[in-house]
């Protein structure tokens, strides 16, 4: 499968409901977006833990109401044209993935790896419960203590262990965790650890590539999904 890593986002503001819905209209199998907890509890879509990269605001998401997170411009940085785009709510997503003509696999990486966000898994697994969308969510993290947390608090959602390069335990960590997969570089699928991933029947879940030749490789090689920011080009492709 592809899936939209952040959305379609070499073409829009990355983790923006407008990088969303593009990929969406593009035709890809699903979507990749980052999850933050804010000061107030709230379960806010952006990939850094400080807002300075992606927005024309500064300082610790983490620090901000929402009611002021959602003043900040998110779309600027990436092109003037998109000045009117915001942080979303994990919550706005998953109204819109109800919506009809939307199927799509969304796959939320909790990034608790910085800062620990005390009861955030918790908080998405209600919301998931909430919109019945269980069926269409993988949860991800690269904090192997939320994705066993998660394990224990449900035992069927599917999950994925985020990992970097090659890690030499990442099969048996994501064993002993619950993991369903691991989400890895392509060079972890090309090292004997990723071979004896595939050859043991666990699915790999690649990112970020956005050239077609290293995608289609990479499927031919056993992998179940390939992340990327150019969706739309590699489903023209896929097809």
Known sequence: MIFAHRGLSGRFP???????????????????????????GELVIIHDEKINRTTD?????????????????AGSWFNTEFNHARIPRLEEVFQWAKEE???????VELKNDVF?????????????E??????????????????????TLDNEINTGYLILGIHANAIKVAQNIGADAIHCQKEFVQS????????NKIPLRTYTINRWSDAQSLL???????MTDFCDEFVSNYQ
Not at 21 to 35: P, Q, S, T, Y
Not at 116 to 128: A, C, P, Q, S
Request: glycine share 8%; hydrophobic share 40%; aromatic share 8%.
């Open 57 to 73: 605001g500064t300082g610790f998401i983490r620090d901000f109401k929402y009611k002021d997170i959602v003043q900040f411009d």
């Open 220 to 226: 031919n090689q056993g992998v179940e999904v390939v």
């Open 101 to 107: 003509n939307n199927e799509l696999v969304i796959n």
């Open 116 to 128: 620990r966000y005390d009861g955030m898994e918790e908080k998405v697994l209600t919301l998931i």
């Open 130 to 151: 909430q919109y019945g969308l269980r069926d269409r969510i993988i949860l991800s993290s690269f904090n192997p203590e939320s994705v066993k947390r998660i394990r």
């Open 192 to 199: 004997i650890h990723g071979i004896q991933a595939i050859e």
């Open 14 to 40: 990355e983790n923006t409901m407008l990088a969303f819905e593009a990929a969406r209209k593009a035709g890809v199998h699903g979507i990749e977006l980052d999850v933050q907890l804010s000061k107030d």
